[in-house]
């Protein structure tokens, strides 16, 4: 099980950037992949990002590569999602979620814990 998760969502302008994180305790979260998704309303959670336990491998969706990134720290518990050039359509909940795994994955099923999500909303 563990303790946390997102924060650093908000309003933010079409174009801008956002650097989220997410902090979790009392998970193994030292040897566990995090993951980034989304969930818009009346829509399935669909993948953002992953990093791997050590952080070094990602993985994006198609439709962020390029424009996001998302690192970790082991010694605080957390990572750090930040995307560019948002539009409009990023505007929705974001969730951070602990693997029960190291490597990472888009894969809902292979995530054990779920923060309880962030608002992101991006103003024209």
């Known amino acids: 099980q563990g303790e946390g998760g997102e924060s650093g969502g908000g309003v933010v302008q079409d174009g801008g950037s956002l650097r989220l994180s997410c902090h979790v305790s009392?998970?193994?979260?030292?040897?566990?992949?995090m993951g980034w998704f989304r969930q818009a309303p009346g829509k399935d959670r669909e993948f953002v990002a992953a990093?791997?336990?050590?952080?070094?491998?990602?993985d994006y969706a198609d439709s962020e590569k390029g424009r996001f990134t998302m690192s970790r720290d082991n010694v605080k518990n957390s990572v750090y999602p930040q995307t560019n050039s948002l539009t409009l359509e990023d505007s929705t909940v974001y969730y951070c979620?602990?693997?029960?795994?190291?490597?990472?994955?888009?894969?809902?099923?292979?995530?054990?814990?779920w923060g309880q999500g962030t608002q992101v909303t991006v103003s024209s």
């Open positions: 990093i791997s336990w050590n952080g070094r491998s990602t």
């Open positions: 979620a602990a693997g029960t795994t190291t490597w990472s994955s888009g894969d809902r099923d292979l995530y054990g814990y």
């Open positions: 009392g998970h193994t979260f030292g040897t566990s992949a």
